[in-house]
């Protein structure tokens, strides 16, 4: 229309990656959530573990060799080292009593993978190094028994994925399997030093130097089998309670660390409960630019169920009635018979269970 000139656009208030980043963040803890939800379906359905030995002498400890530099003792350290984001190797003696005893451990992760997750459940023990805000790569290890050889068509790509020989690991035998053109997801296989094999699983890796990145996360790989010092210890619980899933994690999140230990338990059919024992504090949030955030679940509110003492928090969550906790003495009891090492992991150990 004649005399109207055209104004110029107020500018956007909207911080565009920002936004995306948020959407990156809600999507991926979306996709765990009910892969989470699922595991937990997974694991009442089951049936729980025996980690008690049956009589037989507990297999000497191996004997696991790194350089200081490529394996530091403490929590993943942060960005920007070579071994930014390497998990801890303790050559701990293999007793029985640590529930979360593995065939392989990490001795270097790339810097985006800040946390490192071991994971008990009622089929096997995994490795896994993450992102601890959820949103980067995700990198799982594991050995396969003594003649197992691995078969490309049963990889976790499963039918999408496509063999191919790579450079030997440590003068082994390596091949990697990826999705046509993409090697962003896929898994790498080789042979240990005892002939027997070994996957790396990983996913959401990116930059153009992945396959380097593979390849020397499984050249840094410790083979042997060891326990991980844990923070506590279980006394006296009783015959009818029955570890069935447990899990530590160890985190880097914007420079600081972070653990959480955590021991489900069985107290009969049907009933189930958990006990977690992190730091006495909050965990660091990865992302506090992120606000629309829902509430935090219910339960640290009765003081029934958690206790704190030498810098570490235990608390017990109950799935159905607290009942099936009165042969302890109930939550409050039950807390009494877990003990906090404190944070100086020169103290933990893996007498972990009664």
């Known amino acids: 229309m004649a005399g109207l000139t055209e104004a110029p656009s107020p500018e956007s208030t909207v911080d565009v990656a920002l936004a995306v980043r948020t959407g990156q963040v809600r999507l991926r803890r979306r996709r765990l959530a009910a892969v989470g939800a699922a595991m937990a379906v997974v694991l009442t359905g089951s049936a729980v573990l025996s980690l008690r030995p049956s009589g037989a002498p507990a297999p000497a400890a191996p004997t696991v060799s790194a350089s200081p530099s490529a394996l530091p003792s403490t929590a993943p350290q942060p960005s920007g080292g070579a071994a930014a984001g390497a998990a ?147 006394t006296q619980a009783p015959k009818s309670f029955t570890l069935s899933s447990g899990s530590f994690e160890r985190e880097n999140i914007r420079g600081q660390q972070w653990w959480t230990m955590q021991l489900n338990y069985a107290a009969g059919p049907g009933q189930y409960f958990s006990t977690t024992i992190t730091p006495d504090g909050e965990r660091p949030d990865p992302h506090p630019e992120i606000t629309d955030r829902p509430p935090a679940p219910l339960g640290d509110s009765d003081p029934g169920t958690c206790r704190s003492e030498n810098g570490l928090k235990v608390c017990v969550r109950v799935a159905q009635e607290k009942s099936m906790l009165d042969p302890v003495g109930g939550p409050a009891g039950w807390l009494s018979k877990v003990g906090l090492l404190g944070m100086d992991e020169t103290r933990w150990t893996t007498d972990v269970l009664p």
Do not use: C
């Open 88 to 234: 801890p190797v303790t050559a701990a003696p293999v007793n029985g009593k640590d529930p979360l005893t593995v065939d392989a451990d990490f001795g270097w992760l790339p810097a985006e993978a800040n946390a490192v997750h071991y994971q008990l459940s009622p089929y096997e023990t995994t490795v896994r190094g993450e992102s601890a805000d959820s949103i980067g790569p995700r990198l799982t290890l594991k050995v396969f028994a003594a003649g197992v050889v691995p078969d490309a068509g049963k990889s976790p790509l499963g039918a999408m994925g496509v063999r191919q020989d790579v450079a030997p690991v440590n003068g082994r035998t390596a091949f990697l399997v990826t999705a046509a053109g993409d090697h962003r997801n896929g898994a790498l296989y080789w042979q240990g030093p005892e002939g027997r094999w070994l996957e790396l699983y990983f996913l959401y890796l990116s930059g153009a130097d992945s396959d380097q990145v593979v390849h020397k996360v499984a050249e840094k790989a410790v083979v042997g089998r060891h326990s991980v010092p844990l923070p506590a210890t279980f």
